[in-house]
T-cell receptor, first 114, second 113 residues
């Protein structure tokens, strides 16, 4: 069964460093998303991406964040200058369609900022 | 601000028993309401998706109900199994928000033998 994959599973970085989190969505899906979940808190929407551009983003997704689909299979989230409060689980998801369509989540990348 | 509140925060039941988890939301109208299962340290997995016009949706031993008048949804789990131990999250998609989902805090369910 097709699934969303994410790498790395755990990333440790120093405050102020740039990190890139990688995702491979399900191959025939057209919509891609990033969410984050701070330990013990709710899952929060960051951004959605369709047709090579951002379609929606939350207040959390500020200028420090960017997303890219560099090729036909990968979808990346970049954090330019990490802060301690960026420590969280980051989930990538993809869906075949828009509103009302099931979103399939990856296993997540745990980001720890020291 | 859109809000999705769930109760109880945590629940312990014995294997084989049934349970019902509650979700109250303030988003009205909404595009759809979803229930997800999230194992510890893993991504959420979709259980059900309902539009505002649907009253109930089943997926095996999971049955979700929706009352748009009271703005409540419930997830009923029948004949619980040890593998049902997880967080169950209610998620609402506000209108005109496309694919932006608003997550509840979840109910942490533990099924004991």
């Amino acid at each position: 069964e097709p699934e969303v994959t994410q790498t790395p599973s755990h990333q440790v970085t120093q405050m102020g460093q740039e990190v890139i989190l990688r995702c491979v969505p399900i191959s025939n899906h057209l919509y891609f998303y990033w969410y984050r979940q701070i330990l013990g808190q709710k899952v929060e929407f960051l951004v959605s991406f369709y047709n090579n551009e951002i379609s929606e983003k939350s207040e959390i997704f500020d200028d420090q964040f960017s997303v890219e689909r560099p090729d036909g299979s990968n979808f990346t989230l970049k954090i330019r200058s990490t802060k301690l409060e960026d420590s969280a689980m980051y989930f990538c998801a993809s869906s075949a369609g828009t509103s009302g369509t099931e979103q399939f989540f990856g296993p997540g990348t745990r980001l720890t900022v020291l | 601000k859109n809000q999705v509140e769930q109760s109880p925060q945590s629940l312990i039941i014995l294997e084989g028993k049934n349970c019902t988890l509650q979700c109250n939301y303030t988003v009205s109208p909404f595009s759809n309401l979803r229930w997800y299962k999230q194992d510890t340290g893993r991504g959420p997995v979709s259980l059900t998706i309902m539009t505002f016009s649907e009253n109930t949706k089943s997926n095996g031993r999971y049955t979700a109900t929706l009352d748009a008048d009271t703005k409540q949804s419930s997830l009923h789990i029948t004949a619980s199994q040890l593998s049902d131990s997880a967080s169950y999250i209610c998620v609402v998609s506000p209108p005109r928000a496309g694919n932006m989902l608003t997550f509840g805090g979840g109910t942490r369910l533990m099924v004991k033998p």
